[in-house]
């Protein structure tokens, strides 16, 4: 039992440390995103079985690469490809043993597969959400939650992005540098998206959204050694550092989740915090403002506290006014009427969430807890009840579950 325990752990360290970067080396030889997918999972299911009895290996990345390899030299020859593919996929395992003695072992080719998932020909609404699934491992019912849609419906939308670049002949190299630019917001959105996921699991359960959130900040920092020059680079990279700044905070010493604006500022890390002041101040010297300058604008506001001891909850509300003539999304909406409610009240935060229209927040639940904050303050004990029981059940998170509950009781 204690081998099995480790080997399962080695085999989870692996696949979050190296899941992206070997399914990034593997579909750029084969064009083929679902066939590398399949021997990657082969090859995890091959780690399993074999490890408890041989050992870990010395260097997991290479056995993993080579089983995977062979997966796919196998489906190859089952098919009776043509010659010239299974050229291909002989060179790539040329490439791969090379590589299995060299340190590191494999390039970090991510930042290429997001850029491809990016490709004009692609859907425009599955492109975050493939770079999601494909290069940071997150399966489809969670990319759905994160886009309000049914798993169903995400799980289409990516078996025919798949399906167009193998079919479609899209080629795998890097863009060329004058094309970078047009493909730049899905890349950033879909690195913020993993960089929330990692960020969303508060009491760090699941180990591979643990390692979410320091390979978004890592993939931030070799894109701005990419783009140097997209101001919006630096933005999110500032954004990600202020809100991981505070990841300290966020449980008390019983493990109770903090919420932002009741955390110890001693407890952040100012050292973080001051990078992402730099960063910010770098992006904002451009002159081309973008959704992602306002989103750090608002955390660095935030961060602030520290020095002043207070929120300047109006200037919030000006970003976030801002942000949603730029990127109208429902959270945004929604971190707009609770600023406005710090700002100005609960009535006038209340009248601001009310111009979101209903159907777009049914399962939405960082509406469903403010709206009952906002009742409850005014004195609207049965609607607060309501909503606060909505927001629960919408609930994942137990400490975040724990700590609505705690609210419900109290307001």
């Known amino acids: 039992m204690i081998a099995e325990a480790a080997t399962r752990a080695a085999v989870e360290r692996a696949a979050r440390e190296s899941y992206g970067r070997l399914l990034a080396f593997l579909a750029a030889r084969t064009h083929d995103l679902a066939a590398a997918e399949d021997a990657l999972a082969d090859a995890f299911q091959a780690a399993l079985e074999h490890w408890p009895r041989d050992g870990v290996p010395t260097k997991p990345e290479a056995w993993l690469m080579t089983a995977a390899k062979r997966r796919l030299l196998d489906r190859a020859r089952h098919a009776q490809v043509h010659a010239q593919a299974t050229a291909a996929l002989a060179q790539a395992a040329a490439e791969a043993q090379a590589r299995a003695n060299a340190d590191p072992v494999f390039p970090d080719e991510r930042l290429k597969l997001l850029f491809l998932c990016a490709h004009p020909a692609i859907d425009a609404h599955a492109r975050t959400p493939l770079m999601l699934q494909t290069v940071l491992g997150l399966d489809a019912a969670r990319i759905a939650s994160a886009f309000l849609v049914a798993p169903a419906t995400m799980g289409q939308r990516l078996s025919r992005a798949k399906t167009k670049i193998r079919d479609a002949g899209i080629g795998f190299d890097m863009p060329l540098a004058a094309e970078l630019p047009a493909r730049l917001a899905a890349v950033l959105e879909a690195i913020y998206a993993a960089y929330g996921s990692g960020w969303d699991d508060v009491a760090g359960a699941d180990a591979k959204r643990r390692g979410l959130a320091a ?171 309501a909503a606060y029981a909505r927001a629960i059940g919408l609930c994942e998170d137990a400490a975040m579950r724990e700590l609505l509950q705690r609210r419900r009781m109290a307001d």
């Open 215 to 385: 390979e978004a900040i890592e993939l931030g920092r070799v894109l701005g050694a990419l783009l140097p020059q997209e101001p919006e680079v630096p933005a999110l990279l500032a954004l990600m550092l202020y809100c991981e700044s505070r990841r300290a905070a966020r449980r008390d010493a019983a493990g109770a989740y903090v919420p932002l604006s009741e955390q110890n500022v001693a407890d952040w890390s100012h050292s973080l915090i001051d990078e992402a002041d730099h960063l910010l101040r770098l992006a904002l010297a451009r002159r081309r403002p973008g959704r992602f300058q306002l989103e750090a604008a608002i955390q660095s506001v935030h961060a602030a506290r520290r020095l002043s001891g207070h929120t300047d909850w109006h200037a919030v509300a000006l970003l976030y006014a801002a942000l949603r003539q730029l990127a109208p999304t429902i959270g945004a909406a929604t971190a707009h009427a609770a600023a406005v409610a710090e700002a100005y009240g609960a009535e006038a935060g209340w009248t601001q969430l009310q111009t979101i229209p209903a159907a777009a927040v049914a399962q939405y639940q960082p509406y469903w807890a403010l709206a009952g904050h906002l009742l409850a303050r005014l004195g609207r004990r049965a609607e607060a009840n």
